[in-house]
């Protein structure tokens, strides 16, 4: 009998090195072509770019390029002079705003999708995609990773990381993770 | 004994006999009873009590057609589990609802005896006097249903969404061939049933089928693209093919109780069957009669037989096969067939097992009353009485398509042969096949549902395979039906009982409309028919039909009422799922929360789920004590406070400007690098929306700070100017507001503070003014130091990524031990800020004030020709110029005011002419204050006001909005 209802493996994942561009796409092309980068052709889609990072596109106007935290430097290096020249396109580090997580197993989708409304399977999210949907009511992005096993890398506000590490470790038939420091009344009444 | 367990038969498993209790009396059954199959084996047919009047009630239905519920007091207590469709527990004990001290002897049968006085609607008419209220108790525990149990239980819940191309419901033959022709395709199919087996009426019925129902499970089995749900029920329909189902005890988690799935369906085959009606007649609420379709259900699912002397009552074929199926287990049979004349093959068939046939016959009255012991009906040779110990009616079946009402896609349209409704709709979401359309043959079933497949299937662009279907022929089904709604009451007769779980009868029904309710719907809320347990699932259509002929009108004319989810009962705790503690809400943290907890502080939300520490209590202080030593410090010495939450977003680009002058009322286009400014934001309607500090960061970059409660409120309001109003300014805008952790340096040794934490950038007043900014380093860790304050002391708002957060406030509290710095919390915050006259959204920001309004005027930029909101404000003001104006109040005798408390004229009971925004025990003034708008308040100053609440009036003298500092000498010193 397995410890947890599901065999998921629920895994937080050190933090990443992360920048999000936005702007018009043209000069958001232009800049990212600039630092090195190739342009995902469709939003939704995770390419290759320099120092391993992996680039997801959202929308016509928003990117996020992810590496390991050891590029961080290299890939603000590169970045930073290029949107610098680029006047209706920015980029920010953002690597210290995601917590990063991973649900793999035959039984991921399974965890997942008690909290994420949108259709995860295979031939809606194909491996190499990425999604922005609601995960137990915040903003997460999934991605379905490159690998034999089925396997997501979640990203959400590193704010609500303890949040969402509850939900995952409940989902997956787990007991609740500690959350102290949670409220949710104010402990005083108003004396009238 | 009458009722017992025949000694084969049944799908039960009498391998794993299982013991319970039930009203104290010890029970055995079998793995797959149900507590009612198990109650009738051991001839237990007296089960409950009716709703008002504590009638004594046996069981009607097998399944969800069924009233009578039970109470599990353990394991696991829980109210109201339906007897006919849960499975027994080994060692469990039930009690039947609402009664004392059982269901046999019930002392609540005494409320038979003011049945003159418990008609419908009789809670406005009768027990008025002195007061409703007093009888109300007494009232409330008398009726209806079990009680929530003392003891916290949670079942294990999961809620989970769940897509797929086909969704059918119900896995009777329509659904099989359905789910069968849809998987077949390779398309993902969920085939939903709230039977632990598949089969539906198979089970009971169709055994020349048996073969053909094998093969559709084999079928099923064998596709890993159709997923099975037993156990399970679609409880709702809405809209776009959303679908909501309870799956109860999933076969692949066992230890959940419940999984609740939310379904987008591309498309829906409801094949969901019937349900057979009675005809009601005098005291046919009677234990021992009930559904014919359901005395044949626990023979054949379950082993039982429910009576030795049967009579059938019906007026159409299909309860021809109950009546033989009992022959043949070894029952007295007569049938009592309300049509003139029967078919000859189907006399034949009765003949042949020994069964006496009467037609033309109407029963008048049910004999017993803890049990029905014999019938009075009469024919053309007269009345006649008749023993029996179980009496199985059939009226005809109901076409069940409540889900395809629920959708609002379907009406409904009488059909005249089978004497019912069924839907009509021209969805191109769904379809419904079997007899939930009327169609009741095993085959014509089948192929209708292999059709449904087909079109859904068709309307994907999927080609569907031939599946097989059954192709016998089933002996008796109900194609025509023969009118027979209820029977009247006659002299000396009992009542005519039309909705047995709401306690409804035909006089009900006649009074509601003599008391003018004459729309079914009306008649509904009026009398209740249709709104107990059963939902009206046998009721509904004979309370109709009754209306109808109460006054003069068919059934299709009087209509249906609206059907609405659930379609079944539902557990609260099983839509809950996991949702419960700290998942009942989303909740967020700062990097710096573990360092607050260990601290003691009292955590809670203030803002946008953001859980921020309240104050932190030291040994005997409550929080007001805690509150008024950290705003001390503050004022007298240095606090720090977490204020990471507030909103930042990133701009660039080269109209930047223009958009910072179009959202705000402030001029923004000659601001400089490295200074900021602070202004409000107002919506198109003219009223403020937010307020903050914007900072330019250097040429072509800008950090916009919003209040935490309003941040992603200003982003969306940014994004859609950008992306709607203003889609060729070449602005970027990034959020990044968790990106950077803060520590927040406040009070007069501030700036000692900072000195100690060795920066390495000039931190005196002509290097670093109010409202300027500077990027560096200190303790080692790069920062941007933004010289703002909302306490109205010298503070330094210092921010630095988040991964340095932790270190950043080690270093904060190390350097500042020897100033005796203190941790502030947002109850010093909010003493802080009110004593400092600044303002909160959500207090004096409360959606109906303009900047004028606070006092803020000075803020719109002297060129400013234009900005978002100014002409709505401007049109709103001339409209009525009276406005409530922000002053500060001052309460006589040293009272505190709720915040919220409306100010009125003499503090009577009348219109506000204002309102207490905040009130808090200054520090600086050693008394309370307050923050209010009040009409007309500035030039009201010196006045005397006064606040309601409840019962007190409290004066307050009308004084400027601000209590310390009013030159701001010291946030800019």
């Known amino acids: 009998m397995t410890a947890t209802r599901y065999a998921a493996r629920v895994v937080a994942l050190p933090m990443c090195a992360l920048f999000e561009a936005r702007g018009a796409e043209q000069g958001l092309r232009a800049a990212l072509d600039a630092a090195g980068f190739a342009w995902p052709a469709h939003s939704g889609v995770i390419v290759d770019g320099l120092h391993g990072s992996a680039i997801l596109r959202f929308g016509p106007a928003r990117v996020l390029i992810r590496a390991d935290l050891s590029r961080e430097a290299a890939l603000a290096d590169r970045l930073e002079p290029a949107f610098a020249t680029v006047g209706d396109a920015d980029v920010a580090r953002v690597s210290d705003m995601y917590a990063v997580f991973q649900v793999a197993g035959s039984s991921a989708e399974d965890v997942l999708r008690q909290g994420a409304p949108l259709d995860l399977s295979a031939d809606r999210l194909p491996q190499g995609s990425v999604v922005a949907t609601e995960l137990w009511a915040i903003t997460a992005f999934i991605s379905r990773d490159r690998t034999a096993e089925a396997s997501f890398t979640l990203m959400v506000e590193r704010s609500y990381a303890g949040y969402v590490a509850d939900w995952l470790a409940v989902a997956n038939g787990g007991k609740p993770a500690a959350s102290p420091g949670v409220m949710t009344n104010p402990p005083r009444p108003l004396a009238v | ?973």
């Open chain 2, 1 to 973: 004994m009458t009722a017992m367990r025949l000694p084969n038969g049944g799908l039960v498993d009498r391998t794993q006999p299982l013991r319970f209790q039930f009203d104290g009396m010890e029970i055995t059954g079998f793995a797959g009873d149900t507590i009612a199959s198990a109650l009738l084996a051991n001839d237990i047919v007296l089960a409950g009590r009716s709703f008002k009047l504590h009638r004594p009630r046996g069981f009607v239905g097998a399944g969800y057609d069924d009233g009578i519920m039970v109470d599990r007091l353990s394991p696991r207590p829980a109210p109201n589990q339906l007897a006919a469709v849960t499975g027994i527990e080994p060692g469990a004990v039930y009690r039947s609802v609402s009664t004392w001290p059982s269901a046999r002897r019930d002392f609540g049968a005494v409320a038979g005896f003011f049945a003159p006085l418990l008609p419908a609607g009789f809670y406005y008419k009768t027990f008025m006097r002195p007061s409703w209220h007093l009888f109300e108790p007494l009232i409330r525990a008398a009726a209806g249903l079990g009680r929530v149990p003392v003891e916290t239980w949670q079942p294990t819940s999961e809620s989970r969404y769940g897509d797929c191309d086909v969704l059918v419901v119900g896995a009777g033959p329509a659904g099989l061939a359905a789910a069968s022709t849809a998987g077949a395709s390779g398309a993902r199919v969920m085939l939903v049933d709230d039977q632990p087996s598949p089969g539906g009426r198979l089970l009971h019925d169709g055994f020349a089928d048996q073969a053909w129902l094998a093969e559709m499970l084999a079928m099923l089995e064998a596709m890993p693209n159709v997923r099975r749900l037993p156990q399970s029920s679609v409880w709702a329909y809405h809209e776009h093919n959303l679908l909501t189902v309870i799956e109860r005890a999933p076969s692949d988690a066992r230890d959940l109780d419940f999984r609740t799935w939310k379904v987008r369906a591309r498309q829906v085959v409801i094949a969901a069957g019937a349900q057979e009606r009675p005809i009601p007649f005098p005291d046919s609420d009677r234990p021992g009669v009930m559904l014919a379709s359901a005395a044949r259900s626990y023979l054949h699912r379950h082993g039982v037989r429910v009576g030795a002397r049967a009579i059938v009552f019906t007026n159409n074929d299909s309860a021809y096969a109950t009546a033989l199926d009992l022959a043949q287990a070894g029952s007295a049979v007569t049938v009592l067939d309300a049509r003139p004349t029967v078919a000859p093959e189907v006399q034949a068939r009765a003949a042949d097992r020994g069964i006496r046939l009467r037609t033309g016959a109407q029963v008048v009255r049910a004999i017993g009353r803890a049990r029905v012991s014999a019938l009075e009906f009469e024919t053309a040779q007269g009345r006649e009485r008749l023993d029996c110990d179980l009496v199985a009616v059939s009226g005809g079946w109901n076409p069940a398509f409540h889900l395809a009402s629920q959708s609002r896609q379907a009406t409904s349209v009488w059909r005249p042969d089978i004497a019912t409704f069924v839907a009509r709709h021209a969805s191109e979401d769904f379809s419904i096949a079997g007899a939930a359309t009327g169609t009741f043959g095993t085959s014509d079933c089948a192929r209708e549902g292999a059709a449904a497949a087909a079109t859904a299937l068709g309307r994907l662009g999927i080609k569907s395979p031939a599946v097989p279907v059954p192709e016998s022929g089933d002996a008796f089904v109900a194609n025509e039906v023969h009118p027979l709604w209820f029977v009247p009451r006659s002299k000396g007769a009992g009542k005519v009982f039309v909705d047995l779980s709401g306690d409804v009868s035909t006089d009900d029904l006649g009074l509601a409309m003599r008391e003018g309710y004459d729309s079914i719907e009306l008649i509904k809320r009026y009398t209740t028919a249709g709104m107990g347990v059963d939902q009206g699932k046998t009721g509904n259509v004979n309370v109709i039909a009754v209306v109808g002929a109460l006054s003069g009108q068919p059934a299709d004319a009087v209509g249906t009422t609206t059907f609405r989810p659930p379609y079944v009962p539902v557990e609260f705790g099983a839509i809950a799922g996991a949702r419960s503690q700290a998942r009942l809400y989303p909740w967020r943290h700062t990097p710096l929360t573990g360092w607050h907890v260990e601290q003691g502080a009292v955590m809670y939300e203030a803002g946008l789920r953001w859980q921020r520490p309240g104050y932190y209590p030291q040994p005997g202080e409550d929080w007001s004590a805690a509150a008024q030593r950290e705003a001390r410090a503050v004022r007298e010495g240095v606090g720090v406070y977490d204020g990471t939450p507030l909103g930042k977003f990133q701009l660039k680009g080269p109209d930047v400007p223009r958009l910072l002058d179009l959202a705000y009322v402030g001029d923004f286009s000659k601001l400089k690098p490295r200074r900021g400014k602070y202004s409000v934001m107002m919506s198109d309607d003219g009223l403020i929306l937010d307020d903050g500090v914007t900072f330019r960061l250097d040429e072509h970059r800008w950090l916009l700070h919003s209040s935490t409660g309003a941040a992603d409120r200003v982003h969306g309001h940014l994004e859609q100017l950008l992306q709607v109003h203003r889609p060729d300014w070449r602005v970027s805008l990034i959020p990044v507001t968790t990106q950077w952790a803060n520590a927040t340096l406040c009070g007069p040794l501030a700036r000692d503070v900072l000195a100690a934490l060795n920066p390495d950038f000039d931190i005196s007043n002509k290097a670093l003014p109010f409202m300027g900014m500077v990027e560096g380093h200190v303790a080692g860790l790069p920062v941007r130091v933004f010289r703002v304050s909302w306490t109205g002391e010298l503070s330094f708002e210092l921010n630095t990524p988040a991964r340095h957060g932790p270190a950043l406030w080690q270093a904060v509290m190390q350097a500042g031990a020897r100033f005796a710095i203190t941790p502030v919390g947002s109850e010093a915050n909010h003493i802080l800020r009110v004593e400092a006259g600044y303002l909160s959204t959500g207090h004096e920001v409360d959606g109906t004030a303009d900047v004028h309004d606070l006092g803020l005027s000075g803020l719109i930029g002297p060129a400013k020709t234009d900005f978002l909101g100014k002409r709505s404000m401007e049109i709103r003001r001339r409209a009525d110029p009276s406005r409530f104006e922000l002053v500060g109040l001052l309460p006589e005798q040293g009272q505190m005011v709720p915040e919220g408390a409306p100010i009125t004229p003499g503090g009577d009971r009348i219109d506000q002419e204002g309102f207490v925004s905040a009130c808090v025990m200054s520090v600086a003034q050693q008394r309370p204050v307050a923050l209010g708008l009040l009409r007309e308040g500035r030039r009201r100053m010196g006045e005397t006001v006064r606040a309601r609440v409840r019962d007190r009036i409290i004066a307050m003298q009308v004084v400027e909005p601000v209590f310390h500092d009013a030159s701001r000498s010291r946030v800019k010193s």
